[in-house]
């Protein structure tokens, strides 16, 4: 049972990115899947939640209109795209199922910068 984010960088402000997490060893679609973040000196946050059929989504205040999450259940890979980045972007982003969530991944850094 793995979850492996990938797809974080250097970005400018305003710049875009397309965040990645490829989960295996579960039954992908029974679960809900969300993004978190973890910025420097911060505790983890949660971002956004796809459900396990991928028809609802919900997003947190700070990433609302900015952020979308999908999900592609036959490639059992969630995705953010995260658009309009402001430098309190900047973070580790990680992904987890709920319910019964897995030891955390190794994350994707995202640093935004001029």
């Known amino acids: 049972v793995q979850l492996v984010e990938s797809g974080g960088g250097l970005v400018q402000p305003g710049g875009s990115l397309t965040l990645s997490c490829a989960a295996s060893g579960f039954t992908f679609s029974r679960y809900a899947m969300s993004w978190y973040r973890q910025g420097p000196g911060k505790a983890r946050e949660w971002v956004a939640t796809?459900?396990?059929?991928?028809?609802?989504?919900v997003y947190s205040d700070s990433v609302k209109g900015r952020f979308t999450v999908s999900r592609d259940i036959g490639k059992n890979t969630v995705f953010l795209q995260a658009n309009l980045l402001k430098p309190e972007d900047t973070s580790v982003y990680y992904c987890?199922?709920?319910?019964?969530?897995?030891?955390w991944g190794q994350g994707t850094q995202v640093t935004v910068s001029a």
């Open positions: 987890n199922r709920s319910p019964d969530s897995l030891p």
């Open positions: 796809i459900a396990g059929s991928g028809g609802t989504t």
